[in-house]
């Protein structure tokens, strides 16, 4: 069955794949086979949006999927109203330092939110200006007061005092109080039009100021965000969201890889202390409105030596790696396998991308059965395809054939498969039995 796709999402699509990263948009189009883990994410967000919290690790090989599905839970918490942040872990950012590199993490997670109307730009700032006006909204509504008079500047210590209960209801207490006060002070830039005290109480709230004699200098505040304490100004950000409309605070940790990569055990060993403390907040609701996700590989979850596993505490949360390998599925784990794709799904996942080509392009490139099931022989009959056969081979493959076939329209689909897998031993079998080695529901 046809999907409905349209221009905008397979031109996004096409050109995301084209230059090997996940698209932004539609994403849903070229995720199969994973039904059950999709179902169990919306349950958790429903958790999540009733005040509790959470964390998964999305484990496979690399080009199995993990980054589509991070972009699919970032999909679904957007359609559903929460704050979605998706980011890379690199050397420059990590969950323990002493030379704000895990403010470096932090300010990176700010810097990436989302939201369901505002996808880029400063959504920090949009976030806290339509709460202020609300704020604004609801004060002029419940005392009858002009809210021409509200945004003049009149009345500021109801609305002072609105923020602050807002952040009495805290669970996160460590930064909270520091967290009002700037809150506080973007309010009196916005009434005032002051743009610059509107600007330093967003570079506090992200993270920018990097001395207390700064953020005492220019905003009154004795405290900043630093390597330390950077995860209470996460959970207040997240309670934040909770308490001014949002469902909570979705955050996507993706290339898990890069801490099993730092090359001093020492500090491998202090980063993933900080897995296990956000694992144990998360778990405990200890960080209400917050769903963490990672992305990972095998080796960083398992291997005893490098990876998490070799973190004494964290390894027995996580569980063994042969679990992974069971065939029956259990999407209630915190470790989640991304197993490799069936060949139903391969069929389908093709299917799909054909159609999304076809619109982005506006070709009208018609493959077959039969050529589809070719393409996937040529795919399984290499070395180690049945374990190691991922999403993103399958889909690079793909779409250089569809090229192939699009810039020589002359050329037969069957010749340009055989030439992508010269090797292929099926090419010359009578094609009604072509079935008899993939079946295809």
Not at 68 to 95: C, G, H, Y
Not at 282 to 297: D, H, Y
Not at 300 to 323: I, W
């Amino acid at each position: 069955m046809e999907i409905k796709i349209n221009p905008k999402q397979a031109q996004n699509i096409i050109k995301s794949l084209e230059g090997g990263v996940v698209p932004e948009i539609g994403v849903e189009h070229l995720l199969v086979g994973r039904n059950k883990e999709v179902s169990e994410v919306i349950n958790i967000l429903d958790t999540i949006a009733d005040g509790g919290s959470d964390i998964r690790f999305w484990v496979g090989d690399f080009g199995s999927g993990k980054s589509f599905m991070l972009s699919t839970i970032e999909n679904l918490a957007l359609q559903k109203d929460f704050v979605v942040s998706t980011l890379d872990l690199n050397p420059s950012r990590r969950f323990y330092a002493t030379d704000r590199k895990a403010v470096a993490l932090y300010s990176e997670i700010i810097d990436n939110i989302k939201t369901k109307a505002i996808k880029n730009g400063n959504v920090l700032d949009a976030i806290i200006e339509t709460w202020i006006n609300q704020l604004c909204q609801d004060l002029s509504t419940s005392k009858n007061i002009e809210i021409d008079q509200l945004l003049a500047g009149k009345y500021q210590d109801e609305i002072k005092n609105q923020i602050y209960e807002t952040l009495a209801k805290f669970k996160a207490v460590g930064l909270s109080y520091e967290f009002g006060q700037a809150l506080v002070k973007y309010y009196e830039g916005f009434i005032n039009d002051n743009r610059i005290l509107r600007t330093n109480a967003i570079r506090w709230l992200r993270g920018d100021i990097s001395t207390k004699t700064e953020s005492k200098k220019i905003l009154g505040i004795n405290q900043i965000i630093t390597d330390d304490n950077y995860f209470q100004a996460v959970k207040n950000m997240s309670e934040l969201f909770l308490e001014i409309g949002y469902k909570g605070f979705v955050i996507n940790f993706d290339e898990a890889v890069n801490l099993y990569k730092l090359p001093y055990s020492v500090s491998r060993e202090r980063n993933y202390e900080r897995v296990l403390n956000i694992y144990n907040e998360t778990k405990s609701n200890q960080a209400r409105g917050l769903f963490v996700n990672f992305g990972a590989t095998r080796k960083t979850v398992f291997d005893t030596n490098r990876g998490m596993a070799s973190y004494g505490a964290l390894k027995g949360r996580l569980g063994d790696e042969d679990s992974l390998d069971n065939k029956l599925i259990n999407t209630n784990k915190t470790v989640l396998p991304l197993k490799p794709l069936t060949n139903e799904e391969i069929y389908t996942l093709l299917e799909n991308l054909l159609n999304v080509y076809n619109v982005n392009y506006k070709e009208m490139i018609e493959i077959s059965h039969e050529e589809i099931i070719m393409y996937m022989q040529g795919q399984l009959n290499r070395p180690g395809a049945d374990e190691f056969l991922t999403p993103r081979a399958v889909i690079k493959d793909f779409i250089e054939i569809l090229d192939l076939k699009r810039q020589n329209p002359n050329e037969d689909i069957k010749d340009i498969i055989n030439m992508k897998f010269k090797n292929l031993t099926s090419v010359n079998k009578d094609p009604d039995n072509l079935d008899d080695d993939i079946e295809i529901i």
